[in-house]
């Protein structure tokens, strides 16, 4: 990777300058640069260097760059503004690093995850509800996340923490007694489950009577009640099917499907744990793990009725996580509305001696602009509603730009496209930012969308079958990359830094760097297709071109598995 090679020359560069000097922890690098006048790649290590070396970032710079002779790939370095250091490699290098990208079948992504265990906890809906719009940001977030670790190596075990224990179950129960459509539920089960349990909860809210026979449902639900753990069990198999079907036309796949029932036995042992550490106290009659030196507030771990919280089930989980996996690292996603309860409980663990590193990546919300989309039930967006409305419009797009395509691949290619464009509003944006959903964006032909990118990828295709009709004999792979008009170069600098966009993803859980850098990718394609001629250029040239295209085509649809989108053929 040439990023890495090049950080690698700096740090020996200042290492060779300042011999005496000890740089600790200091950090050289290059990154891409943002204008091409100021070359490939660019360090500013000398400006964060100046408080230890007491000099002027210039000269700090200008001292490396003398002690040290670039690597061959570069053309030449220049010093700049206040000590920037400027690299500008040749046209032979990126072309090589083109050819030795192209032979990879990683396309030059190091794996640095070999050999180390990430937990990655994300969807987790609630059992007997079906999933609706705020289940997506912590599904596709999550799903671009774990492809993106494994991608770099590392060994995903992907769970859906399920919340499937708690005191609605006591109505449920009492509800599906009285209240259940057989059809219904058949039908649509985890949507009749809460229709029950709604008609259930209202009820109890008038009579006392309702109240207290659900309240004794739960007790003998937790007592263990053959009957009623039956009912349970039919409860999450029901629901499982419902959600399955959503993680199928989305893509997903999960390691582990453990809810909050699977810890269930464990909570009386965690506040054991807490108590003989000295964590935990008696307050109002409940149980309190006191953080207010923290800042963190009052984290309860048992109600004063005896009860469990979600504090609790989180501590016992990632206990048993540490001792069943030994992970290196544990990736909650979640939104931004639990952000207190991550921090209280990753607190209480590492207080415990849980020793993986524990991280929240928190997001925010996703809304639709009213009337934007009709398909309500109360006040919640169904998912699978979504999803069929996306493929309905994403129908329409298809059968506009491709009249002539059959119906069935019509079909195919508008449940890639549709799909697609749901997952992508909400990856290209900062996970932490307020995602506003219209179908317009998200179904744009020239705006930085899913079909945009999918439409580059599949225009591409086009590219290497024309060529494939005019020169039937001609092998591309028997001639060099070669670099030679600027909207090229441009092209291939862009190309290198595929490795870096997937692991910067990755290591700062941004999905968006990841679409950010392919629709960058895509306009330069653009504007390199546009503006070169490819099979009336010179043989050799020619062939250049259409391996350049071939490339960009896998880097495009290799980053768009890594976000969880398909990249059609045609569109």
């Not at 289940?135 to 859906?160: C, K, Q």
């Not at 290619?413 to 995602?435: C, E, F, T, W």
């Not at 291939?492 to 990755?506: H, M, N, W």
């Not at 099979?535 to 495009?556: H, I, Q």
Request: proline share 5%.
């Amino acid at each position: 990777m040439l990023e890495r090679q090049l950080s690698e020359w700096v740090g020996e560069a200042f290492r060779a300058a300042f011999p005496e000097t000890d740089f600790g922890g200091a950090e050289f690098a290059v990154y891409p640069t943002k204008d091409e006048s100021f070359g490939d790649y660019q360090c500013n290590a000398a400006m964060k260097l100046a408080g230890i070396l007491k000099t002027a970032p210039r000269n700090i710079a200008r001292a490396a760059v003398d002690a040290q002779a670039p690597p061959e790939e570069v053309d030449r370095v220049e010093v700049a503004g206040p000590g920037f250091i400027n690299l500008f490699l040749k046209n032979s290098a990126l072309a090589g690093a083109l050819e030795e990208m192209g032979g990879d079948r990683r396309l030059g992504v190091p794996d640095p995850g070999q050999g180390r265990t990430v937990i990655m906890d994300y969807s987790s809906p609630n059992v007997a509800k079906p999933m609706h719009i705020g289940h997506i940001r912590s599904t596709v977030i999550g799903n671009a996340l774990d492809r993106l670790y494994r991608f770099a190596g590392y060994e995903v075990i992907s769970d859906n923490h399920l919340g499937d224990w708690g005191t609605q179950f006591g109505l449920l129960i009492l509800g599906y007694r009285h209240f259940r459509d057989g059809q219904a539920l058949e039908d649509h089960p985890a949507e009749e489950l809460e229709r029950i349990y709604v008609e259930s909860y209202n009820r109890s809210k008038e009579d006392d009577t309702w109240r207290d026979q659900a309240r004794q449902e739960l007790v003998k639900l937790q007592q263990g009640d053959e009957e009623n753990l039956e009912l349970w069990r039919t409860f999450v198999e029901l629901s499982l099917k419902e959600f399955g079907a959503v993680y199928d036309r989305l893509g997903v796949r999960f390691d582990l499907v453990r809810g909050e029932s699977w810890y269930h036995d464990r909570l009386p042992d965690v506040i054991g744990r807490l108590e003989s550490a000295g964590l935990a106290e008696e307050s109002e009659g409940a149980l309190i793990c006191d953080l207010s030196d923290e800042d963190l507030k009052v984290c309860i771990v048992r109600k004063k009725d005896g009860a469990y919280n979600y504090a609790t089930t989180d501590i016992a989980t990632l206990l048993a996580r540490e001792e069943e996996f030994a992970p290196e690292r544990i990736i909650y996603v979640t939104d931004e509305r639990q952000q207190l309860h991550f921090r209280q409980v990753f607190h209480v663990s590492r207080a415990l001696g849980v020793k993986p590193d524990l991280v929240h990546v928190w997001f925010g919300l996703m809304r639709l602009p009213e009337a934007t989309f009709s398909t309500r039930e109360g006040n919640v967006i169904k998912l699978e509603a979504l999803l069929d409305e996306a493929e309905r419009r994403a129908l329409e797009v298809v059968k506009t730009s491709s009249p002539e395509m059959p119906a069935d691949q019509q079909r195919e290619v508008a449940r890639a496209v549709g799909i697609g464009a749901v997952k992508y509003v909400d990856l290209s944006q900062n996970p932490q930012s307020l995602v506003t959903f219209t179908w317009d964006k998200a179904l744009a032909m020239d705006g930085n969308s899913a079909p945009y990118l999918q439409y580059a990828h599949a225009r591409i295709a086009s590219v290497r079958d024309r060529y494939r009709e005019r020169f039937p004999e001609g092998r591309c792979d028997d001639w060099p990359i070669r670099i030679e008009e600027p909207v090229e170069r441009r092209l291939a600098g862009l190309l290198t830094r595929f490795p870096a966009a997937v692991l910067g993803a990755a290591e700062q859980y941004r999905p968006n760097i990841l679409a950010d850098y392919l629709y960058n990718l895509s306009q330069v394609y653009s504007s390199f297709y546009q503006n070169v001629p490819f099979l009336k250029a010179e043989e050799g040239v020619r062939e250049s071109r259409v391996r350049l295209c071939d490339l960009v085509a896998r880097v495009l649809k290799t980053g768009l598995d890594l976000l969880g989108i398909e990249a059609p053929e045609r569109i």
